[in-house]
Structure formats: C-alpha cells, structure tokens
C-alpha cells in the first residue's frame, strides 16, 4: 500500500501556485527516480510502471544504461549546434540510421522537439508539396496542442475550447467499431465510415482536388486506443491515391515498436506519404521528427525551422537508442507479440468477469481497456475509471486514461513478464474493487 508524506503534499501545494494547469491526473503521483520496470516517488513508494511515462520510455524507465552514457559523453562536448544554421555531424548520423528503418523511398528528415512540432512540419509539409490547403483528419484524433496540430486533433472538446477558429481542416469519423456512429457492425457494414468520406465531404464541403492529406493514427492514441481492421487504411489509402492527397501517419505514440513494428502502420499492410514520430525516440528526451518520401522533394530555404531540432544531446540519446533498436530487432518483435498476447488474453478473460469492462482492444503492447457502466448500454464508466486508476496507485501501479472511459496500457516494451503478470494481478483487483462499488 503507498503511503504519501508530508513531502509530496507540500511539492502539490507548490506546484499548484506557480504552474499553469495542465492535465494532472487525480492520483499524487510525485516521481523521483526509476530504472527499467519500476518507478519511485519522492516518499519512496515502488511502482510498476505501465504508463511509459506517456510512451516515452519504450525501452525502460529513465532509459537503458547506453543511452544514458551517450547523453552524458554528449554534454561535456557540445550540447547545442543550432542545426538549422550550422551542419552538425551527429543529426546526419542519426538521420540515415532512422531512414533505414523506414521503406524505400523515403530519404528526408525534419528534426523538432516534439510530436506537435512534426505535426505541424507535416501540415505545413503537405502544403507545399500539393500546393493544396485542406486537410482531412478524424474524429477521437489527437496531434498536438499548438494551434496547427490541433486543428486537426478531435479527441475532447475541452482541448479546442477558446483557441479556435482552426485551420482548414475537415473531420470525419474513425473505424470506432466498438461505437460505431452508423450504428453498424464490422465486417457487414462494409467500410461505411471510409464511403462517407467520398459522399459527404468531399462531394459537398470541398473538392477532394483542394485537400493536401489525410492525417491519421494507425491506433488513435489519446482519443480512446482505437484500433480499426486490418483492412481500413486500404480503403482509406485508395481515396488517397485517386485523388493525388498525401497520406500522413502520426507515429508518435504507436509506433517505435510499440506494437511490435517499428512502424505501427506495417501493421495495416499500406505506406504513408509522411511520417511524424517522437515521444520514444528520444529515449526520454524531446525530440521530434517528421519523414518524407524523397520524390516529394524539399522545402524552399527559409520557408521552415526552429532553434533546437536536432540538438545534440537529444540526438545523441535518440542515436543509441534506435542502435539498441537495431541490435535487438528480431527479439523485440517477438516479445512484444508474445507480452502482448499474454496481457490480451488476461484482459479478455476479465472482459468476460466483470461487467465493468466492455472492450479490450490493441496490438502489441498498445492495449486499451474501456470501462462501462452497463456492458449492454455501453453507458461510459467515467467514475469507474478513476476508481480503478486511484487503487491501482494505491497499491503500487501506475496507468493512464485515455478516451472517455478507457486505460491504456503501455508499459516498457522490455518489461519482464513476471512485472507484467504482477501489473495484471495489481489492476484485477483494482476492477474488482470497482466493480464492488457501484
């Protein structure tokens, strides 16, 4: 059982007074330090760790031992290069290595700070490219929070509320199977979701001949841990090609073998035009990155840049971090599916327990789980939720909501499976107790 002490009480007070409110989550979780699976707070609390801390740290809290040298070799050389004035050996390294993981054809690279950030590149990317100004995004999608990306981000309205009016961007829905807005059934329904797009905004909000791209999560991450079939980028992918508009795949919580790929999207069995990641790449410092086919071309000089992309030292983290990637590839491809499956097949056997969980949804180790009231109304389990994530805390596991009413679980994808096993037993009886109280 967590204990709290007078010492993360008073840091809360003073966070409290000087910080703008973010998006704190209603357990006091105040972390101190952590290494691999677990995680400690300032009073000395353990935790497993299952939230990556928002999938940043893929490879192990706090990172691996070779990043964390790479990064402190790195700061007693040069920490800056302003890269975007001066050439820098290391971000080109860095570049050509990341490229090979990509498919052929792709062979350029913007450097940024965060997902947000190489979203924004993207749309303004895409614009370039196409000469084009709409852009086509879905609903329950989350990109970003500066004003571009969030044009396109559609998961909760309080994240638009009072910054608008946005960018031109289209919504539609997403292949939410499990809430169909049709009211429709998946494989029956026949796509119906991606048929709309031809027939109602393309036909009658705007040409398809103005609209840049389409961007997309292969499993839409904050907005709910969606997963579509297998089939619906192709679908997808064909209006694209028919109409000459860009595909844009945000990467930044899937992929990074999240789900067992280095690119979630090869899950799909389709290729995007551009591609955005961040979060895990850094190994838990910022960096973004957003990659383009080579037969797009370039951006005129001038045209776009920032002051940190490709800072050294979060290059120097995301260089030894994508080279233990490279070293273990097969073998981490392999225990993300098998840990994956092990935490699928539990959770779906507790699907069947209790009435609190409707859905189980995920590939690899992208797994949500969404909490209702009634399994047959689907009625949102918000209380639920938070019922569940506050004893969780307590008796020493970290998660994160997503959605409305879902938790995702994301933890390190080297966690060892007996830490996965204790998670599983940890958030059981957090269901239970939830289940008990309504």
């Known amino acids: 059982m967590v204990k709290l002490s007078k010492k993360i009480n008073e840091i809360i007070e003073r966070d409290k007074k000087v910080i703008m409110t973010t998006t704190r989550e209603s357990y006091p979780f105040v972390p101190s330090h952590g290494d691999g699976d677990f995680v400690f707070d300032v009073a000395g609390n353990k935790f497993i760790d299952f939230s990556s801390f928002i999938s940043v740290y893929n490879l192990g809290v706090n ?6 040298e790479a990064v402190k070799k790195q700061v007693d050389k040069l920490m800056h290069s302003a890269f975007t004035d001066y050439y820098s050996e290391l971000p080109v390294e860095f570049a050509e290595k990341l490229l090979g993981m990509f498919p052929k054809g792709f062979g350029k690279v913007f450097f940024s700070n965060s997902g947000t950030e190489a979203n924004e590149a993207a749309i303004k990317f895409s614009r370039i490219f196409t000469k084009r100004q709409y852009i086509l995004a879905f609903y329950n999608s989350f990109h970003g929070r500066t004003l571009g990306s969030l044009s396109l981000t559609a998961s909760k309205s309080i994240q638009r509320a009072g910054f608008g009016p946005f960018n031109a961007t289209i919504h539609v829905p997403f292949a939410y199977c499990y809430r169909c807005p049709f009211k429709l059934e998946y494989p029956s329904c026949n796509f119906a979701c991606v048929d709309y797009i031809e027939e109602y905004p393309l036909s009658k909000e705007v040409s398809p001949e103005e609209v840049a791209a389409i961007f997309f999560e292969p499993i839409q ?31 930044v919580q899937a992929g990074y073998m999240r789900t067992g790929k280095f690119l979630a999207l090869d899950h799909f069995g389709v290729e995007a035009d551009i591609y955005t990641m961040a979060k895990s790449l850094g190994g838990g410092l910022p960096i973004g990155a957003t990659i383009s086919r080579t037969s797009l071309g370039t951006i005129p000089a001038g045209s776009h840049a920032n002051t940190f992309g490709g800072n050294l030292v979060s290059i120097a983290a995301a260089n030894a971090s994508l080279e233990y990637i490279k070293k273990n590839l097969k073998k981490l491809e392999q225990e993300v599916k098998e840990k994956g499956s092990l935490m699928m097949k539990r959770l779906n056997e507790m699907k069947e327990k ?9 590939i690899g180790l992208m797994i949500g789980v969404e909490i209702v009231k009634d399994k047959y109304t689907k009625e949102y389990g918000v209380e639920e939720r938070e019922k569940i994530l506050n004893k969780c805390f307590e008796d020493g596991l970290i998660l994160l909501p997503a959605g409305k009413s879902t938790i995702r679980f994301i933890p390190p994808i080297t966690m060892k499976i007996e830490n996965i096993e204790k998670g599983l037993d940890i958030f059981e009886s957090a269901v239970k107790y939830a289940s008990n109280k309504v």
């Open 221 to 251: 991450g904050e907005g709910g841990y969606i997963v579509p079939p297998l089939d619906y980028f192709k679908k997808i992918s064909k209006i694209a090609k028919k109409y000459d508009i860009l595909l844009v795949d945000d990467e």
């Open 354 to 362: 209790y009435e609190i969980i409707g859905d189980v949804r995920g």
């Open 63 to 68: 990172a691996n031992k070779q990043i964390r």
